[in-house]
């Protein structure tokens, strides 16, 4: 069964940090590529990241990388987005996907985590 599940998001103060997780079926995580994404209240979704299957580094959309950064662990089948700094502009719900970052095409998705960054 395919399955993303996205988690760690919530209430946090501006200039705090979170660690949200993806957690993927072992299909999905062996041969597929994860991408993170978020969407805000009122705006477009916005690519973050795509890490690719295998031991590849990952990919930044360049306007996000320097707070964001992104880990994998093979033994959990989960791919960890880290963000740093966290800004009210951050507020958004954050998405995983399957698929291939070279033609950004994403097969399946996660339901989503909220995060919200305010004081």
């Known amino acids: 069964q395919v399955q993303l599940v996205e988690s760690g998001g919530g209430l946090v103060q501006p200039g705090g940090s979170l660690r949200l997780s993806c957690a993927a079926s072992?299909?999905?995580?062996?041969?597929?590529?994860i991408g993170w994404f978020r969407q805000g209240p009122g705006k477009e979704r916005e690519g973050i990241s795509c890490?690719?299957?295998?031991?590849?580094?990952?990919y930044y959309a360049g306007a996000l990388k320097g707070r964001f950064s992104v880990t994998r662990d093979s033994a959990k089948n989960t791919v960890y987005l880290h963000i740093n700094n966290l800004k009210p502009e951050d507020t958004a719900t954050y998405h995983c996907?399957?698929?291939?970052?070279?033609?950004?095409?994403?097969?399946?998705w996660g339901q989503g985590t909220q995060v919200t960054v305010s004081s």
């Open positions: 890490t690719p299957s295998g031991d590849r580094p990952t």
């Open positions: 072992g299909s999905i995580f062996r041969f597929s590529d």
């Open positions: 996907a399957a698929g291939n970052c070279a033609t950004e095409i994403y097969d399946f």
